[in-house]
């Protein structure tokens, strides 16, 4: 695997690197040892599937507070999306600061977002499909939220048209910084 850091600290972009042959190919998608020696939180404890019909569908930007603040791995494994992090670690040099990538069945590139991110994607497809894997069980009573179109991060979407968003999307306040 190829671990490509992003301009936040801790979240990597990460390729995979194919053996090629007359059958196709094959591809390490995660190895703990490779994630622990480069100090990435490698206990993976949950993975879950997000299958999204249209495309235009927004999820996030979700995350879980302290104690139980989760890593992910993210893949999509069939269309395509923007895959986007913001950087809410107060005492982080990158606090404040997003970064989106494209993640799609055809790249097969994967996103590892540390602990103290907030996540979320727009589909680029219609019937995308994303497997997370995590490395905290998920916690109601844990789990926030920040408005997608937060104007203290201006993210930049590329959406033309009002995205499809549930109702518990919407209703997240905008990012409340402590001082």
Not at 10 to 38: H, K, L, M, T
Request: net charge negative; with cysteine.
């Amino acid at each position: 695997m190829n671990f490509v850091e992003t301009k936040l600290k801790g979240a990597y972009v990460i390729e995979i690197e194919p053996i090629f042959d007359n059958r196709g190919f094959f591809a390490r998608s995660w190895c703990q040892q490779e994630f622990s020696d480069r100090g990435l939180n490698p206990n993976l404890v949950q993975c879950n599937i997000s299958f999204n019909t249209k495309k235009g569908t927004l999820r996030g930007m979700h995350y879980q507070c302290k104690p139980y603040e989760e890593a992910k791995l993210v893949r999509c494994t069939r269309g395509s999306i923007y895959d986007v992090i913001i950087d809410i670690r107060d005492d982080s040099t990158t606090f404040k600061q997003w970064f989106a990538v494209e993640l799609g069945a055809d790249n097969r590139k994967m996103l590892y977002i540390p602990e103290g991110f907030a996540h979320g994607f727009l589909t680029l497809e219609d019937n995308t499909e994303i497997f997370y894997q995590m490395s905290d069980f998920y916690h109601s009573d844990s789990s926030k939220g920040i408005r997608w179109d937060d104007p203290a991060f201006a993210i930049q979407w590329h959406v033309t048209n009002q995205p499809i968003i549930s109702a518990k999307d919407l209703s997240y306040p905008l990012y409340k910084f402590h001082s």
